[in-house]
């Protein structure tokens, strides 16, 4: 069975970081690529990053490129968005997703979390 789980969220001041992590058992992790994707007060959902399968191509909407890293450990089943200078626009319930296959396709993840929520505001 699949799980996806978030965690790492939190109330932080515009400028500061966050780091969230999602754990990832029930599945052949690193067959997979890995999505954040994003959802602010009263908005649809917004992805915000992508990872493929091994970890060596990324990808990043263009409100958070230079800001946000996004990263996975194999090894450990884990996915992490390390998340710099959050500005209060970066506010949402963040999930993690599992594509359905080794990378990003538009809308092409098939399981998600719970999300954790992220808020910026001093």
């Known amino acids: 069975e699949v799980q996806l789980v978030e965690s790492g969220g939190g109330l932080v001041q515009p400028g500061g970081s966050l780091r969230l992590s999602c754990a990832a058992p029930?599945?052949?992790?690193?067959?997979?690529?890995m999505t954040w994707v994003g959802q602010a007060p009263g908005k649809g959902l917004e992805w915000v990053s992508s990872i493929n399968s091994g970890g060596g191509a990324t990808i990043y909407v263009d409100t958070v490129k230079g800001r946000f890293t996004i990263s996975r450990d194999n090894a450990k089943n884990t996915l992490y968005l390390q998340m710099n200078s959050l500005k209060p626009d970066d506010t949402a319930v963040y999930y993690c997703a599992k594509e359905g296959s080794t990378w990003y396709t538009v809308l092409g993840y098939d399981y998600w979390g719970q999300g954790t929520q992220v808020t910026v505001s001093s």
């Open positions: 029930g599945f052949t992790f690193n067959n997979y690529g």
